[in-house]
């Protein structure tokens, strides 16, 4: 019998994970679909329900609902719990479990595709929205030796450190010696954007992360000029799909192939 999924979010025309997730599904040999559907802002619980109505098993959530599906879920996992976000429903007759696979695939994506080791690393995460909150667990598990959090409104990174027991504020507050690694998790790539970083901000041989994939950013450009390494947020998307797609099918598919491929256009 075939199985039904989707992902729900506004806007969602120019989605990658109905591709990835077909992947996903002729590599496994999985019997499946995945569609894009697009959700009112105001109607994302209704869309979800007739969704699972019409014999919906599974979905992902997207930019803006993730916080609406962590309060659509009746049970969740511990890292939506400490996420505050859930990106991947599960449908069953009696529950809506949620979980988020954002950080563990942002974290894949470092250690197995870029060949990080992130414990004793000093980790600089820029923004406290929806994205740099998912990921801050996940991250601190690997056991950095620093993970400073800035935001634009220091006052939120600072919540943000302070509910996860490590150091953020505002740009101006970031501390001297540099970082090994400083991962982009704001929206300010989308308006072109980069976050006030200062010349010296990346320690030798550090790697800048962008979580935008899909056109070079201001913050990707800053960083090559200072000699750092770079890499997009593609990885992390298809990793994440991973993740979702393995806590529903319980097998995991080969990343490597689909990342080539989306790269490829
Ligand atoms: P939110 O809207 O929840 O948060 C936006 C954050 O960016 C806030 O911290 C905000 O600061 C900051 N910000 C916005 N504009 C600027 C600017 N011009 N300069 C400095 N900071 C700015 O967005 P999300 O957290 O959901 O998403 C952030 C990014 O991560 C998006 O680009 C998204 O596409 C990407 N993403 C990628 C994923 C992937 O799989 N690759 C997965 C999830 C997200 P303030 O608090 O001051 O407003």
Redesign the pocket.
């Known amino acids: 019998m075939t199985d039904h999924y989707a992902v729900f979010g506004n806007p969602i025309q120019h989605s990658k994970s109905p591709r990835i997730h077909a992947e996903f599904a002729r590599q496994t040999r999985q019997d499946l679909t995945y569609a894009a559907l697009l959700a009112p802002t105001d109607g994302f619980a209704e869309c979800v329900a007739a969704f699972r109505a019409g014999g919906g098993t599974g979905a992902n959530v997207?930019?803006?609902f993730?916080e609406q599906a962590f309060a659509l879920s009746n049970r969740r996992t511990d890292r939506a719990e400490a996420a505050g976000a859930v990106?991947t429903l599960t449908f069953t007759p009696a529950e809506i479990l949620g979980d988020n696979t954002?950080g563990a695939?942002?974290v894949r994506d470092l250690a197995a595709n870029l060949g990080l080791d992130l414990a004793g690393m000093r980790i600089l995460l820029?923004?406290?929205?929806?994205?740099?909150?998912?990921v801050v667990l996940p991250l601190l598990a690997q056991a950095p030796v620093r993970l400073f959090i800035a935001?634009?409104?220091a006052d939120?990174a600072l919540a943000l450190a302070g509910h996860f027991g490590c150091t953020g504020g505002g740009y101006a507050d970031l501390p001297g010696g540099g970082f090994d690694l400083v991962i982009?998790?704001?929206?300010?790539?989308?308006?072109g954007?980069?976050?006030?970083l200062p010349d010296d901000v990346f320690a030798a041989d550090a790697l800048a992360y962008d979580?935008?994939?899909g056109r070079d950013t201001p913050f990707l450009d800053f960083a090559r000029r200072r000699g750092a390494r770079t890499a997009d947020?593609?990885g992390?998307?298809v990793e994440?799909a991973a993740e979702a797609f393995q806590l529903w099918r319980g097998v995991r598919p080969d990343t490597e192939p689909v990342i080539a491929a989306l790269r490829d256009g």
């Open positions: 997207t930019v803006p993730k990106n954002d695939g942002l820029m923004g406290a929205g929806g994205a740099a909150r998912g935001n634009r409104t939120k982009n998790a704001t929206a300010a790539s989308l308006a954007d980069l976050p006030p979580m935008m994939y947020g593609l992390m998307l994440q």
